[in-house]
Structure formats: structure tokens, C-alpha cells
């Protein structure tokens, strides 16, 4: 079956402009992640949505950043006034969640490059 | 809250010789803990994982350990090969919250 997509694969932008990143999750999984990872570095955790319930934004690294979950599938993370240090691979996860069981299924990743 | 830390950061082994990457975790409330390999410019991938009600799980060249005491499970690889060059990451979740904890990774390197 299909796996996680994200949108664009990449994306070069300018200082100051907005960006827009998509995820499309896999198909039932309630649980959506948003990661950042830049080069060389580990996995910093952006925000999480689970299901109806209110998402834990407790990762976003300033106000500039923002993400929504339509309808329970598709997310979106917007990145206002980009800055350089906003450059890195963006990184969408899913899965379901059931039995305690977490396996997160990633995205290929949408590379931001803010010149 | 949840705290994991993986060790080392780095790690050169020569080909065939064994591997092993060890990860700590703070709250004893977390009751499993994955796995992850991501080789270079690709996606992280699950590879292995256990749950707290087991000590040892073992996938072909691969197993985990856990120490639920001490608070610290650990990744070995045994007859290394090139291809399981990659950063290894590992992680931690408590069962009623479906966040991954993650370590910080260890980039291992497999030498000819």
C-alpha cells in the first residue's frame, strides 16, 4: 500500500517568503508527526496530532511556525518569514495507535533551503 | 518528562566484528522501545523493537537488549557489513502516549 508522501521533495525559497509543506499520512494511521532534521544532526520533535484531540505544539522552535490536520488526514506545517536557519530536511511521520504499540512509518522528507 | 540518551555518538567497527549502540531513558513508566536506521539521505526505518515485558528480541544479525532496572537497552549487530552503515537511532515511549522519545544517534561506520 502507499506510504507516507510529502510535497515538494524540495523547496529553495527566499528569506522573509512563507512556505507551505504537505503530508499525506498512510490511510487509518490517527497519528501525525512533524520533524525537523538538520544536516548531520538527530530528529527534533515539531508538533504532534492524535486523532480529534488537541495537538501538542510543544516543539515548535518559535510563533513562525504552524500546522494543521484537515479532516484528520492531510497536514500541512506553514513556516512564516523563513529565516536560513529554518534550512533543513522536514520530516512527516505516521502511525497508528493501538496496543501501545508505535511504530512511526516517515515520509521521503521535503529539503528547505532558505537563501 | 522523558529523557533518552544514546551512546556513542560515533562508532568505526571493521567489517565482520560486532556493533553495539546503548540508549538510556529516564521515565521507568516507558514500555517500548524501537529501533530506527537511516542511511544516508534517506528515511528512518524501523529495524527492530521490543516491549518492556521482554528482556532480549533478536532478528537475524540484529537484537535488543533491555534492562528495565538500570533503565537502558541496547542495539547489537553481529557480522557487520557495509550496507548496515547508517545513523542508528533509538527511542522510548510510555504506552498511554504515542510520542517516540528519541536518542540523539549513532552514526556507524563499517570499515573494508
Known amino acids: 500500500g502507499a506510504g507516507v508522501s510529502q510535497s515538494p521533495s524540495n523547496k529553495v525559497t527566499e528569506k522573509g517568503k512563507d512556505v507551505e509543506l504537505r503530508c499525506d499520512p498512510i490511510s487509518g494511521h490517527t497519528a501525525l508527526y512533524w520533524y525537523r532534521q538538520s544536516l548531520g544532526q538527530g530528529l527534533e520533535f515539531l508538533i504532534y496530532?492524535?486523532?480529534?484531540?488537541?495537538?501538542?505544539k510543544s516543539g515548535l522552535p518559535s510563533d513562525r511556525f504552524s500546522a494543521e490536520r484537515t479532516g484528520g488526514s492531510v497536514s500541512t506545517l506553514t513556516i512564516q518569514r523563513t529565516q536560513q536557519e529554518d534550512s533543513a530536511v522536514y520530516l512527516c511521520?505516521?502511525?497508528?495507535?493501538?496496543?501501545?504499540?508505535?511504530?512511526?512509518?516517515f515520509g521521503p522528507g521535503t529539503r528547505l533551503t532558505v537563501l | 518528562g522523558e529523557n533518552v540518551e544514546q551512546h556513542p555518538s560515533t562508532l568505526s567497527v571493521q567489517e565482520g566484528d560486532s556493533a553495539v549502540i546503548k540508549c538510556t531513558y529516564s521515565d521507568s513508566a516507558s514500555n517500548y522501545f524501537p529501533w530506527y536506521k537511516q542511511e544516508l539521505g534517506k528515511r528512518p526505518q524501523l529495524i527492530i523493537d521490543i516491549r518492556s515485558n521482554v528482556g532480549e528480541k533478536k532478528d537475524q544479525r540484529i537484537a535488543v537488549t533491555l534492562n528495565k532496572t538500570a533503565k537502558h537497552f541496547s542495539l547489537h549487530i553481529t557480522e557487520t557489513q557495509p550496507e548496515d552503515s547508517a545513523v542508528y537511532f533509538c527511542?522510548?515511549?510510555?504506552?498511554?502516549?504515542?510520542?517516540?522519545?528519541w536518542g540523539a544517534g549513532t552514526k556507524l561506520i563499517i570499515k573494508p
Open positions: 527511542a522510548a515511549s510510555e504506552g498511554s502516549n504515542y510520542q517516540l522519545i
Open positions: 511521520a505516521s502511525s497508528r495507535t493501538s496496543g501501545g504499540i508505535n511504530e512511526q512509518f
Open positions: 496530532f492524535q486523532g480529534n484531540s488537541a495537538p501538542d
